[in-house]
C-alpha cells in the first residue's frame, strides 16, 4: 500500500502542466522491441564536413545547430565555440567572478537572428549573461530575480526560463526589454528537482517543444503561449514490473535519483525525448540510457498506427555508433572528434562511409573534429 501511495503521489507531481488540447496518444514504448540496424541502412542525405580552425579546440560534448551555424561547449563546459560555415569564427573563454565571466556554463543558448550568446552559470543566480557573436564581447545581463536553470530563445523580445520556484521550479515566459517574468507557463512541485534536470526543449517549425521526463514521460507543444500535451508515454519491457528507483544509497543512485525515471526492473534506466521533430508523417525523437550511453540510444517514430524504432546506428569500420549531437532544419548532425587512427575499427571491414569519415579527418591537422549530416528514413 505504501508503494502504491508513493507511486499515485509521484504521478500527480508529474501532472503540473495544465493540458489545453487532448492528448492524442498513450504508449507504452517498449525498448527490448527496437531493431538493431545499421546506420548507413537507415540513413539519407548524409554528408561529412570538417571543421576548419586556427586554434586548437577542446573536446566538446554540448552542440546547437542553427542553420549553417553551430555553437558547441567544450565538455569541461568552460569553452564556447562559434562556426559558420563549419569554419571557427568567435571563442569564448572567460572563467572567474567578474562582469562577463563564469566558473562554468551550466546552460547555453543563441540567438541566431540578435546574434546573442545566453550564458546560465549558477555562480550568477539569477542573472543570465549576454555576449555579441561573433566577437563574444559581454554586453551586460538579465536580472530575472529567480535562479535561472535554462534558456531557449522564444521570441525576438521573449525567453523561455526555466527557474527554481520553491521547493521544484517553473517554466515561465521573460521579456527582454523590461527584465520581467510576464508569464507562468508550467509549475513543477514537491521533488526539489530543477526544471532543467526533467525536461528537454527544442524548437519546433512554428512553436517549441517541451519534453518531461519521469513517472510518465511526455512531449507538449509551447505555442501562441499554451503548452499542449500531444504524446504521452512510458517505458516498459514484456513482463516485467515497472519500479521507481529512489535508493538513494545504492550504485549510481544520484543518476537515477535526478532522472526520476520509471523503468523495467531490468535495472535499465530511459530518457526521452530528445531531437524531437513533427512533420506531415508523423512525430519522431530519440532516446537512451540515464547515463547517457551512446550503445543504448534508440530512435522512435510515429507515423499514424505505425511505429518505427530503431537502434544500433553502427558504422562498420568506426569504433563509435553514429548519434544524433544535435538536431537541424533537416535533420541531425553528429560531431566526431579524435584522429583517425583513434576512431578506426580494424577488426572489420570499413564501409563507404566510415573510409570518408576517417579520409577526411586524416587531412585535417591538429584539430580532427567532422560533423556528419543526415536524416532517417
Known amino acids: 500500500m505504501k508503494r502504491q501511495y508513493i507511486l499515485f503521489s509521484l504521478a500527480l507531481l508529474m501532472a503540473g502542466c495544465t493540458q489545453t488540447t487532448p492528448v492524442i496518444s498513450d504508449l507504452e514504448i517498449n525498448p527490448q522491441n527496437a531493431v538493431d540496424v545499421l546506420f548507413e541502412d537507415v540513413a539519407c542525405n548524409v554528408k561529412v564536413v570538417p571543421l576548419k580552425s586556427d586554434e586548437l579546440l577542446h573536446d566538446c560534448t554540448y552542440v546547437r545547430c542553427y542553420g549553417d551555424e553551430l555553437v558547441m561547449v567544450d565538455t569541461q563546459k568552460e569553452w564556447v565555440y562559434y562556426f559558420k560555415d563549419n569554419e571557427l569564427q568567435g571563442t569564448l573563454h572567460s572563467l572567474g567572478r567578474g562582469p562577463g565571466e563564469y566558473n562554468m556554463i551550466d546552460y547555453y543558448e543563441y540567438d541566431s537572428k540578435g546574434k546573442i550568446l545566453y550564458i546560465v552559470s549558477l555562480s550568477g543566480n539569477d542573472a543570465i549573461m549576454r555576449y555579441s557573436v561573433p566577437d563574444m564581447k559581454y554586453i551586460g545581463k538579465l536580472n530575472v530575480g529567480k535562479r535561472v536553470e535554462c534558456v531557449r530563445v522564444y521570441d525576438e523580445n521573449t525567453l523561455l526560463l526555466g527557474v527554481k520556484e520553491g521547493d521544484g521550479g517553473a517554466l515561465v515566459l521573460f521579456d527582454i ?36 521526463y519521469g513517472v510518465t514521460s511526455s512531449i507538449s507543444e509551447l505555442k501562441d503561449g499554451n503548452l499542449n500535451c500531444i504524446l504521452k508515454y512510458d517505458f516498459g519491457e514484456d513482463g516485467a ?10 550504485p549510481g ?18 530518457t526521452g525525448g530528445k531531437f524531437i521533430r513533427q512533420n506531415a508523417s508523423g512525430l519522431s525523437f530519440w532516446y537512451s540510457t540515464l547515463l547517457g550511453e551512446e550503445k543504448n540510444s534508440r530512435y522512435f517514430r510515429m507515423d499514424g498506427d505505425k511505429q518505427v524504432h530503431l537502434k544500433g ?36 571491414e570499413a564501409s563507404p562511409l566510415a573510409k570518408e569519415i576517417l579520409k577526411t579527418i586524416s587531412l585535417l591537422v591538429d584539430n580532427y573534429m567532422v560533423v556528419v549530416y543526415y536524416d532517417i528514413r
Open 253 to 270: 543512485a544520484a543518476d537515477a535519483y535526478l532522472g526520476y525515471i520509471f523503468s523495467p526492473a531490468s535495472d535499465t534506466k530511459f
Open 241 to 250: 514490473e515497472q519500479v521507481f528507483y529512489n535508493d538513494l544509497n545504492g
Open 313 to 348: 546506428f553502427n558504422v562498420p569500420g568506426l569504433n563509435k555508433p553514429m548519434v544524433p549531437s544535435c538536431s537541424t532544419p533537416d535533420g541531425y548532425a553528429t560531431v566526431i572528434c579524435g584522429d583517425a587512427e583513434s576512431l578506426a575499427d580494424t577488426s572489420v
Open 177 to 212: 526589454p523590461t527584465e520581467t517574468i510576464k508569464e507562468t507557463i508550467c509549475e513543477l512541485t514537491g521533488h526539489g528537482l530543477s526544471y532543467s534536470d526533467r525536461s528537454i526543449f527544442d524548437n519546433g517549425d512554428d512553436g517549441m517543444f517541451v519534453a518531461r
